[in-house]
């Protein structure tokens, strides 16, 4: 079959989903064995399998999976049926369209208020977003075309935010949904791409501009210190620059990923990255010193005696950004330090005053491991209730954990309630066997993951995890890791996507030292994701340690856990059985992920042959 007669057949299949009536795509085609096909006909059929999941997507019964699988449908066809991958591209927007304006994707159990739920829109996180990040990646005009349409949408209706505050964290929907089109072109590795779109809204200071050009700087520190220079002469001449403006300027300098600004009623806002911020590495003096001059320009400027609401951000800002000039800008510290003294004599409405625990986050050095201990045991010492006492103990024990300090496990097993002694003692513990892991000091990782006190859960992952660091080079020790996870698997009890997460990971590791093992725990996999409806094949399992005010997060998922990468590599082994399992899932999600998985592993096959 010839690339034009395979190409008009799938643009013939997708006219006709376009006439058939909804009704008739919900009924699923009669399974049927795929036929012999010559390397030739590989293509049609990678194309054919997608054009059939696109027409059984838009009858799913979760309304945000149709226009995600749609999306990715037409990513995968791409190259291969550019005419349809468009058409898949512009169904997907629709299906995205209508599950926004139902609010499936920004509505919780909790039926937030409408406020709330703008809010939440306008943070991007809404299934247009995803659409148009894939559709970027591919045609940087498609996406602009229905960008457009957003934008357009927005203008004509702008009363539905006219309640929003209207600062740097509320932006146009279209202004956040361009920037995380652009982070995920960034994340993508298209950094000229993702430079290029996000340019229109790089004009103007908030966590989304800022939070972008931060990590743009990672892949191209001259660029992002060049719009950076712009917003700050921007941000200079713009009399409407208040004292969030110096504070949001200071995340690109000193704390990358972590923006914090101030209310005017007292209250504190804030991103936190996962990691605590560094400051950029090689950072231009030049352009630092620039960064202080708009700032004190910004923070210099009076504020009316009777607007207690700007003197109490005022306030704030400087309390935060002060020890920074102290450091780098001390005459112009000078000034800000009396400007401190006149704001905290006026009316102000600061009721957490300078133990506002953001106001040092990120630009003063934490307390080391030892002034840790000594406050908390001041503290203990205070104490009268042994709830009071626990959260002081979790509290001491994230801040060791953060340092990596050993006594993290003896403060653990000072807490008297058994049930969070043993949450935060596994907590803790896993998190030493990452560590040990993320140095690739096997051996000490095993040792860890054989005496912690860790739920079977997290067990199996570091033994999978540990399994991928010997894998080329003590191939016995990781099959013999991979069966210790296999049991620890089988303790999982409850019905949870545990064991089908954990049994992925273990497939992975089997696909390149012993395939026949790899379809057992398929097999298994398969059962599993049958059993629970949680399971979507690109599920991550998170706990969390909570204390007070902070929240420290563990994840098992990412690459050693895709079922995606499980199936591209079960295909090429063994295209047709690999098809046939895929059939065999219950639910719409897990057989999407696969199915769109196998059609990727013939295209990029077909691909490198004809490159080759």
Not at 346 to 352: E, L, Q, Y
Request: zero cysteines; aromatic letters at 6%.
């Amino acid at each position: 079959m010839t690339k034009q007669r395979w190409r008009s057949w799938s643009a013939l299949t997708l006219s006709f989903l376009l006439v058939v009536p909804p009704s008739a795509l919900g009924q699923r085609a009669p399974k049927k064995t795929t036929p012999g096909l010559t390397e030739e006909q590989l293509p049609a059929f990678a194309v054919s399998l997608v054009i059939s999941l696109a027409t059984e997507a838009r009858s799913y019964s979760d309304v945000s999976l149709r226009p995600r699988v749609l999306a990715r449908a037409a990513d995968v066809i791409w190259d291969a049926d550019n005419l349809n991958a468009r058409a898949l591209f512009k169904r997907a927007w629709e299906e995205a369209d209508k599950g926004d304006s139902d609010d499936v994707t920004i509505k919780t159990k909790d039926n937030p208020p409408p406020m709330v739920t703008a809010m939440r829109r306008m943070s991007g996180r809404d299934l247009r977003a995803e659409v148009l990040a894939m559709m970027a990646k591919r045609d940087r005009a498609l996406s602009e075309e229905f960008l457009a349409k957003l934008k357009n949408e927005i203008d004509s209706s702008k009363e539905k935010t006219a309640s929003l505050p209207k600062d740097d964290w509320f932006v146009l929907e279209a202004v956040s949904k361009r920037i995380q089109v652009a982070t995920e072109l960034l994340k993508d590795g298209q950094t000229d791409k993702a430079l290029e779109f996000a340019a229109p809204v790089l004009t103007s200071v908030n966590t989304h501009t800022i939070g972008f050009l931060s990590e743009l700087r990672a892949k191209n520190a001259e660029a992002a210190d060049r719009i950076f220079a712009a917003l700050l002469s921007r941000a200079e001449g713009d009399p409407s620059s208040d004292p969030n403006t110096a504070s949001g300027l200071s995340s690109y300098v000193f704390t990358p990923g972590l923006y914090v600004t101030f209310d005017a009623d007292g209250g504190t806002r804030w991103t936190q990255p996962d990691e605590p911020p560094v400051p950029p590495a090689n950072f231009p003096p030049t352009l630092r010193d620039r960064f202080f001059q708009v700032a004190s320009t910004i923070l210099l400027r009076p504020v009316p005696s009777s607007d207690s609401g700007a003197r109490t951000m005022k306030l704030n800002v400087v309390r935060r950004l002060l020890p920074l000039f102290e450091q780098y800008a001390p005459d112009t510290a000078t000034a800000l330090r009396t400007q401190l003294v006149e704001l905290s004599n006026g009316p102000t409405r600061d009721f957490m005053g300078p133990s506002n625990p953001m106001i040092a986050q990120g630009i003063t050095p934490p307390p080391t491991a030892d002034d840790t201990l000594e406050q908390m045991q001041n503290k203990i010492d205070r104490a009268r209730m042994p709830r009071e006492r626990d959260g002081i103990y979790a509290a001491a024990v994230s801040a060791l954990l953060a340092q990596g300090d050993e006594r993290a496990r003896d403060l653990a097993d000072k807490i008297e309630d058994a049930e969070r002694r043993n949450q935060v003692r596994q907590h803790v513990d896993f998190n030493f066997v990452q560590r040990a892991i993320g140095k690739k000091a096997a051996s000490e990782a095993i040792r860890l993951a054989q005496t912690g006190k860790l739920t079977n859960t997290q067990r199996a992952a570091a033994y999978i995890d540990i399994a991928n660091l010997l894998r080329d080079t003590d191939r016995q020790k990781s099959l013999e890791l991979i069966e210790e996870a296999v049991r620890e698997v089988n303790r999982i009890e409850g019905n949870k996507p545990d064991r089908a997460v954990l049994l992925v990971g273990i497939a992975n590791q089997l696909m390149t030292v012993d395939r026949v093992r790899a379809w057992e725990i398929i097999g298994e996999v398969v059962k599993e994701a049958n059993r629970v409806e949680e399971f979507t094949g690109e599920n991550v399992l998170r706990s969390a340690l909570m204390t007070g005010g902070t929240v420290r997060f563990q994840r098992i998922g990412g690459e050693n856990f895709s079922l995606a990468n499980v199936f591209r590599a079960l295909a090429k082994d063994d295209l047709y059985r690999a098809v046939e399992v895929a059939k065999s899932l219950k639910y719409e999600a897990p057989r999407a992920t696969v199915t769109l998985a196998i059609a990727s592993s013939i295209l990029d096959r077909t691909n490198k042959i004809s490159q080759d």
